[in-house]
């Protein structure tokens, strides 16, 4: 049975998916979780979902609703952890939204603007709240991770702002690290692969592939990803895993398209 040691975690996309069973398997092994998303009731559902060892997972874990594009929004969700734990030792920037299934010139102005301000500027403005308050907490420093998706290394056809948003992250991903180092922030990323979630059922009829062909794909539990997610979370300060990818082993990522 795991041990509480309540260290704080922050999961954005927790409604749902991977940050759904993320946050889950984070409370199970004993951390204080607050499941941030935009829809309320799913982030009630994902803590009614817990299997909580330690009996009192109203402590355990809250629902902040949060929009990761809103400047205020973002600000107000980590106040609300300051106030309420008084630190932060983990982020996983996870929120994200579907920017795929178009070609780049029938792409919509608002669509490609959803994925940035989702994928990019969400996570960079989490981050940016998630430094503040790691530079300043004693003892001092932290973990963040990004989920980049395997859409940061290679991108699926009709997919220009996902694939666009995606790379972004791994440069701030980056960039973060650099910024982190000197004050014992760890900042790495997680590329994902097909996982299934609640919306894997949608791709029955098969992926897009790079010869403009369908075809059906295998997935990894999601439960395989949340422990990932984990075993970063779980490192020691000194340590960190910049870039992990994860997916199922015959999954057709690597190799000529």
Do not use: Y
């Amino acid at each position: 049975m795991a041990q509480a040691h309540d260290r704080v975690a922050v999961i954005t996309g927790a409604g749902s998916g991977i940050g759904r069973a993320t946050a889950n398997l984070m409370v199970r092994d004993g951390w204080l979780v607050v499941f941030a998303g935009r829809r309320l009731e799913a982030l009630r559902q994902s803590i009614a979902m817990c299997d909580d060892p330690f009996g009192d997972i109203a402590r355990r874990a809250v629902a902040v609703p949060t929009d990761v594009t809103r400047p205020d929004s973002v600000a107000a969700l980590f106040d609300f952890v300051r106030a309420r734990h008084g630190r932060l030792d983990f982020l996983f920037n996870n929120a994200g939204v579907h920017a795929g299934g178009v070609p780049l010139e029938e792409l919509r102005i608002e669509q490609w603007r959803a994925a940035l301000d989702v994928h990019l500027t969400g996570a960079f403005l989490c981050t940016q709240q998630a430094f503040r308050m790691m530079k300043a907490q004693e003892p001092r420093g932290g973990r963040i991770v990004n989920n980049g998706s395997v859409a940061a290394q290679v991108p699926r056809p009709h997919a220009a702002a996902c694939a666009a948003s995606k790379h972004g992250l791994s440069g701030l991903t980056k960039a973060a690290a650099l910024d982190g180092r000197a004050f014992a922030i760890a900042v790495g990323q997680i590329d994902i692969g097909n996982a299934v979630t609640e919306t894997a059922a949608a791709l029955d009829a098969g992926l897009p592939q790079a010869d403009g062909g369908l075809r059906a794909e295998p997935f990894i539990d999601v439960d395989h990803v949340a422990a990932a997610v984990l075993h970063m979370a779980n490192l020691p300060l000194e340590a960190n895993v910049l870039s992990m990818t994860v997916m199922a082993t015959q999954m057709p990522l690597v190799g000529r398209g």
